[in-house]
């Protein structure tokens, strides 16, 4: 209604969201055989000594993930969100500060595990009275040490391609490095018999081909993104703002290695060298389901950004309900196949004794069951960081990655080792009970800003939808004491842009829709974003110059001269299959 002012329908949120859905699924299924791939070739060669050397190995990688995910998740978070503002050179200066400082804290880490590999090793629970498995965890874990670097570098390019619309790419080069990780791991451990070391060395070739490919991708001029390394020292200051809201997810990591550690003692005592087979079959089973659900959060948590950037209330809903509905979906198929065929995983990971199959089948069952609540506690997660509800996010993360989990393994472990399993269920169920309270309690919004300072409006690309359209926007001008010239000038670059996206973008005979969302700033400023289903058309890319400095002048640029001039900033982007342009004025 004129006047109002309410958010209107968001048409572009749904097409969006499943542009990225794919290639995000795919690289998520990618990276979970990636994961799985060191423990099945092992497995299938070594037998429960080369599953256990895997699971004392995990911790390990838990202090990597710490580290790359709080970077590369929240690192791209704040880059989408400065893109969606309008800010592309500091978006590029953030992601140049942050792959910095994290390569170079990946070096540091890989000189100081290779140092104090033996002690690393005791704490990690690999005793010498068992020398097999000593030794297989020893050569493993000074490949994946020494390798550091390599996954900081891979995980971080992909979140950022990802925020930069390059889904496509992301998925491709982390795809292949997976696929060659597999491969490699069939050939250097199954083939050529090399164990421990060649699965590990499988593993950091997967991702140094990630790399090149992703490197190699960003050099191509014609890519839509603007993604683009520019060499200078960090400032902290804003790698600190990436990193901390990256932690508030990456901080699981933290309670998934005391829990590890914990567990893989506790498993030690109670099932010996079976025991923790089983826990690493369970593990890894349970990243073929739940890294379902993190591609389906990855896929939303980037557009998440952007619409919180361009304060597009409706936006956000419509991704999260396409995001929970499609995370249910694909990881309760994943859940489902797992619970019906477990004696396939046992088989294919491994376990050879009767009694390690049995428990393996049965806990497979149970983490089944327990992973629908995980994956409902994986996408609130993920959510919360998206929207930067730092609170939320972390209650999430230390609730089910320790806070709950370990009293619940050690309580459940008194009951004996086929109840210690039921601790999955029961740590996810009561961490959704926690958090709905808390959430409860709180009372947040649950928007990253204040709603009754936007306007915004869908409308059909035909010339009488614009006069209404100007009308509302003057009406939201004089609510929030728009000076006359921002007024005029404000209703003048949306009037102005949109006769050029239906004169010039839409396909001739075919009506296309218009997202226009006007922001009263809190500085007096008003941003103007508009989002259009045209094909590829910037409009700032006009020929402006003057009519007597060129035979090739467009006429119907003068708008466009003018709103140059008059806006503090202006930016243009091809984003998801749409054009996506800011306005501040």
Same mark, same amino acid.
């Given at each position: ?8 329908? !968001? ?7 499943? @542009? ?44 990597? %993930? ?11 978070? @704040? ?10 050179? $500091? ?43 000593? $030794? ?25 391609? @990802? ?58 001029? !014609? ?32 309670? =998934? ?25 369970? =593990? ?6 739940? +890294? ?17 950037? $361009? ?69 609130? $997660? ?98 929030? !004491?728009?000076?006359?010239? =921002? ?44 989002? !259009? ?38 930016? +243009?982007?091809?984003? =998801?299959?749409? %054009? ?6």
């Amino acid at each position: 209604m004129m006047g109002t002012f309410k958010t209107g329908p !968001d048409r572009f949120a749904g097409p969006m969201f499943l @542009r990225a859905l794919v290639p995000a699924l795919i690289s998520s299924a990618g990276l979970g055989v990636s994961d799985v791939a060191d423990a099945v070739v092992l497995g299938q060669r070594m037998g429960e000594t080369g599953l256990a050397a895997i699971s004392l190995a995990l911790p390990v990688f838990m202090v990597i %993930n710490l580290i790359m995910h709080g970077f590369g998740s929240g690192g791209s978070i @704040r880059y989408s969100r400065l893109l969606g503002e309008g800010n592309p050179q $500091e978006a590029i200066r953030s992601f140049s500060f942050v792959i910095v400082t994290a390569l170079a804290a990946g070096i540091l880490l890989s000189l100081a595990g290779n140092l104090m590999i033996h002690p690393l090793l005791s704490v990690l629970g690999a005793g010498r009275e068992n020398r097999e498995l000593y $030794e297989a965890s020893r050569i493993y874990v000074e490949v994946i040490v020494s390798g550091i670097p390599l996954f900081f570098g891979a995980y971080i390019l992909n979140y950022y391609l @990802r925020a930069d619309g390059s889904q496509k790419l992301a998925s491709f080069g982390f795809t292949v490095g997976n696929l060659s990780d597999l491969f490699l791991n069939i050939l250097l451990v199954l083939v050529f018999d090399l164990g421990a070391a060649g699965a590990a060395w499988s593993t950091l070739a997967g991702q140094a081909i990630a790399i090149v490919i992703y490197l190699w991708a960003l050099r191509k001029p !014609d890519r839509e993104g603007i993604l683009s390394f520019h060499p200078a020292l960090p400032d902290i200051r804003e790698v600190c703002s990436c990193y901390r809201l990256g932690f508030a997810t990456s901080s699981q990591y933290i309670f =998934q290695m005391v829990f590890l550690l914990i567990a893989n003692r506790m498993l030690m005592k109670m099932g010996g060298e079976n025991g923790v087979a089983v826990f690493d079959l369970v =593990q890894n089973t349970s990243f073929l389901i739940l +890294y379902l659900y993190d591609g389906v959060s990855r896929a939303a948590q980037p557009l998440i950004s952007t619409f919180n950037g $361009e304060c597009s209330s409706q936006g956000v809903k419509e991704t999260l309900r396409l995001g929970y509905r499609w995370g249910m979906a694909v990881g309760g198929l994943g859940a489902l196949l797992v619970f019906l065929f477990p004696q396939a995983l046992s088989a294919i990971f491994g376990l050879q004794s009767a009694e390690a199959i049995i428990l393996g089948n049965y806990a497979l069952r149970v983490l089944a069951f327990g992973s629908v609540f995980a994956g409902l506690c994986i996408l609130t $997660e993920s959510f919360c960081q998206a929207q930067e509800d730092e609170k939320g996010a972390f209650l999430i993360s230390s609730l089910r990655g320790a806070v709950i989990l370990i009293p619940c393994a050690l309580i459940f472990s008194m009951a004996g080792l086929q109840a210690f399993w039921w601790m999955y269920p029961a740590a996810e169920i009561l961490t959704l009970a926690v958090y709905g309270i808390w959430k409860k309690c709180s009372g947040s919004s649950g928007t990253a800003f204040d709603t009754e300072r936007v306007y915004s409006s869908l409308i059909l690309g035909r010339n009488d939808n614009i006069r209404p359209l100007t009308q509302e926007i003057e009406n939201f001008l004089e609510k929030w !004491d728009a000076a006359p010239s =921002q007024q005029y000038f404000v209703q003048m670059a949306a009037e102005e842009i949109c006769l050029l996206i239906m004169q010039k973008g839409f396909i001739q005979g075919k009506d296309g829709y218009i997202q226009v969302t006007l922001v009263a700033m809190e500085n007096g400023d008003f941003e103007l974003h508009i989002r !259009d289903d045209a094909v590829k058309f910037n409009p700032f890319a006009l020929n402006t110059a003057k009519a007597d400095q060129g035979d090739d002048w467009d006429p119907e640029a003068i708008g466009i001269l003018v709103i140059k001039e008059k806006s503090k900033d202006f930016f +243009y982007r091809r984003y =998801q299959g749409f %054009n996506t342009m800011v306005i501040r004025i």
